[in-house]
């Protein structure tokens, strides 16, 4: 299977950059993986939107798949409790 290519709003870059180190490492980890299975164990689509989620300690990593463009474009991070807010 091919592998995805992983883009990074500007917004979400900044979101990241102010996580700490050690949580940080594991969240761009986790995007890594994205690129090879855009749909991993434990994502969810979530409802009345297009974008997914998946979950990596205290944090979420929101984004949309797009298939045609074999493209993971990462939207929004942070921490569970204030990810969901708009």
Do not use: C, F, W
Request: aromatic share 6%; proline share 3%; hydrophobic share 35%.
């Amino acid at each position: 299977m091919a592998s995805y290519r992983i883009l990074i709003k500007t917004s979400a870059a900044k979101e990241l950059e102010a996580t700490p180190k050690k949580d940080r490492e594991r969240l761009a980890a986790r995007m890594r993986d994205l690129a090879a299975a855009p749909r991993p164990l434990g994502s969810e689509k979530l409802s009345g939107e297009e974008k997914y989620r998946v979950r990596q300690g205290d944090y979420r990593i929101l984004y949309l798949i797009e298939d045609a463009n074999a493209t993971v474009t990462v939207v929004k991070i942070g921490h569970r409790r204030e990810v969901y807010r708009n």
